[in-house]
């Protein structure tokens, strides 16, 4: 079990530019999650994936934020013109069906 | 996803029992009690999850009362590296359920 990975780390941008982000979940788990947390506040759930198939999306998901799971492994997370509220720590998750899930350690944006 | 009640900070001496208390009067029938950590620049980290009855791992003991409107999370033997924000979440892991939701936690210090 090599656990959720999550790249980069850390990013930093400027306003208004493309960011994108990488996680891999545990193999074999068919669920993956994105939440998004901010300095002093627990986790926010974003968005989750069955397989390949996006079932939820938070309205905190606005237009510029899209996310992908192609052929069920591996997403993406894309933020289009990055604005300085979305600096924050960007977390994945993955889970065999309703089992529990299991973080990665995040991606940390900052916006200049 | 019924709301969870927990103290904002906690102390604890090392080599001491940790005994974390989370109300949760709004549970329903089908939904799980959940605790997860987050030690500083991680991820969540799983600990434990149960329905009605007392269950116990390798990290931790969860005791939930017969009404199940409250849960207490024990560390048995707390050490330094147990500093940590413990959230309780309640679940329902029943059909397309998804997201886990975060409140603020309880801050944990477990001091020398």
């Known amino acids: 079990d090599t656990g959720v990975s999550q790249n980069p780390r850390h990013k930093i941008t400027k306003r208004g530019q493309n960011v994108t982000f990488r996680c891999d979940p545990i193999s074999e788990h068919n669920r993956l999650y994105w939440y998004r947390q901010t300095l002093g506040q627990g986790p926010e759930f974003l968005t989750y994936f069955q397989n390949e198939a996006q079932l939820e999306k938070s309205r905190l998901l606005s237009d510029r934020f899209s996310a992908e799971r192609p052929k069920g492994s591996f997403s993406t997370l894309e933020i289009q013109r990055t604005e300085q509220g979305d600096s924050a720590m960007y977390l994945c998750?993955?889970?065999?069906?309703?089992?529990?899930?299991?973080f990665g350690d995040g991606t940390r944006l900052s916006i200049l | 996803d019924a709301k969870t009640t927990q103290p904002t900070s906690m102390d604890c001496a090392e080599g001491r029992a940790a005994n974390l208390p989370c109300n949760h009067s709004?549970?329903?029938?089908?939904?799980?009690v959940y605790w997860y950590r987050q030690i500083h620049s991680q991820g969540p980290q799983y600990i434990i999850h149960?329905?009605?009855n007392n269950e116990t791992n390798e990290m931790a003991s969860l005791i939930i009362t017969e009404d199940r409107k409250s849960s207490t999370l024990i560390l048995p033997h707390a050490t330094l590296r147990d500093t940590a924000v413990y959230y309780c979440i309640v679940r329902d892991n029943t059909g397309t359920a998804s997201k886990l939701t975060f409140g603020t936690g309880t801050r944990l210090q477990v001091t020398l």
């Open positions: 998750a993955s889970s065999s069906g309703g089992r529990a899930q299991h």
């Open positions: 149960g329905l009605k």
């Open positions: 709004t549970i329903s029938g089908n939904e799980y």
